[in-house]
């Protein structure tokens, strides 16, 4: 006995905070990586951007000053009008304005990311689940789920085997492998209403240990899922 269950499954949140204002999918759609699926409200953004602007041309401005004064304070140290702490001082000013602007830079840039996260895309390609939330709804970075994406081909069935069973399967495969026969087992699928899903499996992942307790193995086998009749939660029968 085997259930499905979905091969990833991503909780899509927010980089930003703010207020959905536009929403292009609806629960349960199939999505493709880097669709939109929301649109925050941009306008904090918006300004964000155009005061970081600001305030790096003001720093540049600044900066650009600092560096015609030193100019003229090399000169006057070279002439010997003025002291060396003078022109050391500059210098320092001019360091720290040169700070000041990258620190500036990296305002801008980090506004101009932000306005960027105004639009939600999908992380991964699948199906969304019915839980999306509405237009209207305000949402926080990294706790608000906007909505589930759950990959559905190809999709896990995953079961258990006993001990006895596993040690059967290794004994098998070391027998194959010493007689070069790489022969691929043939996995079937009968759901629930008895009939044979049409298409096969593959073993993909077994776990590291057996379970306490039960001492069994946990296998999972996957299979292709192109009409999305798997779903998870399912439970079928797996024949070896």
């Not at 999505?31 to 951007?49: F, H, P």
């Not at 306005?115 to 992380?123: E, K």
């Not at 596993?166 to 699928?189: C, D, G, H, M, W």
């Not at 296998?219 to 009749?229: A, H, K």
């Amino acid at each position: 006995s085997g259930e499905v269950i979905g091969k990833g499954e991503v909780k899509v949140q927010s980089k930003i905070a703010g207020k959905i204002v536009e929403k292009y999918i609806r629960g349960g759609q199939s999505v493709t990586v880097g669709q939109a699926l929301y649109k925050i409200d941009s306008r904090q953004y918006d300004a964000a951007i155009l005061q970081a602007q600001a305030q790096l041309a003001k720093a540049q401005t600044n900066l650009n000053n600092a560096l015609t004064e030193l100019d003229r304070n090399e000169r006057l140290f070279d002439a010997g009008a003025i002291s060396e702490q003078v022109l050391t001082n500059q210098q320092a000013n001019c360091n720290a304005l040169r700070a000041d602007v990258a620190a500036n830079e990296a305002m801008l840039i980090k506004a101009q990311e932000d306005l960027v996260d105004t639009v939600v895309y999908a992380p991964m390609s699948g199906r969304l689940s019915i839980d999306d939330i509405p237009v209207g709804t305000y949402v926080n970075p990294g706790s608000t789920t906007l909505v589930t994406i759950g990959a559905v081909d190809p999709i896990f069935v995953q079961f258990s085997i006993s001990e006895s069973e596993y040690l059967k399967f290794a004994n098998a495969e070391e027998r194959s492998t010493q007689q070069n026969n790489s022969v691929r087992p043939e996995i079937t699928l009968t759901l629930a209403d008895g009939k044979i899903y049409p298409y096969d499996g593959r073993f993909a992942e077994a776990d590291r240990s057996l379970t306490s307790g039960t001492g069994t193995l946990t296998i999972r086998t996957l299979f292709d899922n192109p009409d999305n009749i798997l779903k998870p939660g399912m439970f079928a029968n797996i024949s070896i």
